[in-house]
């Protein structure tokens, strides 16, 4: 009985070490030696130390808890070796992921500096103020024409790929690619394309070299013969700076467009800049759909196919009425990737125009709030903004799962 | 799998499609690459096309953008940044999430199933969600009723602070795909080393751990090249205007943005070098990156 009573205080007492204590004095210590070490080494030092140690700190972790739970009575030790196991995963998404939040909901209630309660203050704002609208204008443009062009054009290629003889993968790698590259990478790459200079410079984006060398006495600063040519004459076209277009008013289309009715008045606003900042995206992902799509594309039965063909049905007509609707739910998860990565979308905007002419996102007005304005209230509010977003799309996805789980 | 009617499909325009698609994909790189090994001067006198029309572009082709934006830029410092923050941040959560992994996939244990949906639930939060909070909570700690439960580390602009961040954000995710996969290994052989009268500890390191390699290199590969191509965590934990304390990707926003007015140049070869790494751990570990980018289709 009292040796009961013992090791129950023995067991209660190494939980407590080796699941609390230790772990704590094991955060503190990792948190403090290494803003120590950013403060006293040098940075080559720094990284040295910082890749190695870092990365083995944590075993450090569990050999520890192992190490005090190994005193545990032995009846005792399989209850306290789950939650060691277990643990370190619940407390890190706890204090890491969840707690935070949490708190940003509340912090969403609160003035910028977090002081007082101010109802729903916050969340008005969100949807009375200007730039507020023309962001959720921007990233309600963005959802529609991202997501569909990512997967129409992923379910081509996907499509197409599958039915050739060779040369398979590498046609679906050179579209996956860009995957792998950053967003702040791949913006670099458009807005070298898109690139504006003030006449009489050289344009050195295409689209812009294009327009300026069309017309019979247009070049783009291009020696001929030892002449050097121009486009400096009133003939020529002017060049655009795209990204700073957010209508069509600055463009010739303009003045045909100004005469016609409600259609015409609706295209004058179409905003360029946004548009060809959101193609960045469409390259980067499209690869992605594509290669997911084909693998659904090979999991369609052959029979399906061959009975398609043999009643003479066109190609049209078999991919829209046998492989769509066979693959229609990887459809749907790789759209609510897509829905998800585009509420997201931060790098683009930032790089490109920073969310100035009309271009932002909430993802980019979240951290301007932030860190420009720095008004935590708002910057909540617009970060729940983007979970409330993500919300239903992901609980979507995971009742389907749970239906074919059950099915 | 080889179809017996293969021939049927493949047919020119097929082929003519794709290969308009890929010219279309490649082409803005075409461009930007050529551009990042031509003289600054010479990007801005003569487009590139013009250049390539003429001919004159082979003769002008050099490193030299590459060794100054290595030199001159200290981009190698910011790429070693980068991997400091890069490896931790993906082996942290990858050993934290395997442990839970085992214990959720093969221990009996008090609250298993609520705690497995909240590892699940977690994985549909945004981390927009958690950023402020978070630089808060490294900067001030947290206090409940004036009592200081994780002391003020001061911890932002330091290497810990995007180590912690990060595998917060990866740790649902990982913890999931792990153990799903722990999940498809034969449980007869983690029993029977159970009767062996192995613990779970070396159950999980000789036996669990080797058999799951394919998973955590999925999620490995999923989780360096999130890490490395990522922007916005960096900026906010690690900042963008102490040269130091720059990342590669921030350190590109900064030459993209302009600090240089038109340092075309450098952002060419710097954008160029800023692939080279996530495109070789790319291409060497499709596969699994395929993979682990599925399993991620449902992350928050």
Redesign the interface.
Known sequence: MNNGKQSKYLTFGISTLALVVFPLFWF?S???L??EL?EQVT??I??LI??PF??????LL?SGM?KIINYAPKDSR??L??????G???F??????????M??IY?SFKDRYSNDFVGIENYIWAFTDAEMITTIRNQIIWLIAVVTLTLI?GL??GW??????KGEAF?K?????????????A???????Y?Y?PPP????G?IN?IRVSAGDNCW????INGAFKGYDDASCVEPVGWLQQRDLSALPIAENLEAGGWLSNALINLPINTLLLMIIMV?MY???AA??FSAGI?AIP?EIM?AG?IDGASEIKIFTSIVVPYIKSTIV??G??MV?TV??A??II??ST?GDLETNLL?VK??DE??KYRN?GR??T???L??VC??PV??G??LR?RDNADA | MIRSNQKWYDKPITKLILVSIALTWMFPLFGFVLSSFRPGESIKRTSWWDAVYTGNVWSELSLQNYSEVFRAENLDRSFYNSLAVTIPSTIIPITIAAFAAYAFAFMEFKGKNILFLFVVGSMIIPLQMSLIPLVQLFKDGIEIAGIPIIPALDLNGTFVATWFAHTGFGLPLATFLLRDFMMGLPRSVIESAKIDGATNFTTFFRLVLPLSVAGIAAFATFQFLWVYNDFLVANVFLGIYKPENLVVTSHMSQIVVGRFGEAWHLRTSGAVISILVPLGVFFGLQRFFIRGLIGGAVKG
């Open positions: 503190l990792q948190a403090i290494f803003r950013t940075r080559n720094l990284v910082a890749i870092g990365s083995t700190f944590i075993f569990f192992n399989d209850g070796e789950a939650r060691m196991f277990v370190p995963s619940i890190m998404i706890g204090l890491f992921l969840f707690y935070p939040s708190r940003t912090l054009v081509i290629v197409l790929t599958d039915r050739l003889n046609f790698s050179i579209v996956f690619m860009p995957m792998a590259i950053s967003a702040v990478g913006t670099a790459i458009f807005k070298f394309i690139e200079r410079l050289t344009q050195i295409i070299g783009n600063n291009r020696e390259w499209t690869g992605f290669v997911v090979k052959a061959e063909q998860v790789v609510t990737y998800v509420l997201k931060f790098d930032y790089v920073r993802a979240m951290l932030f860190s935590f910057s909540s617009v970060a729940v983007i979970f993500v919300l992901i609980i996805t995971a799962e």
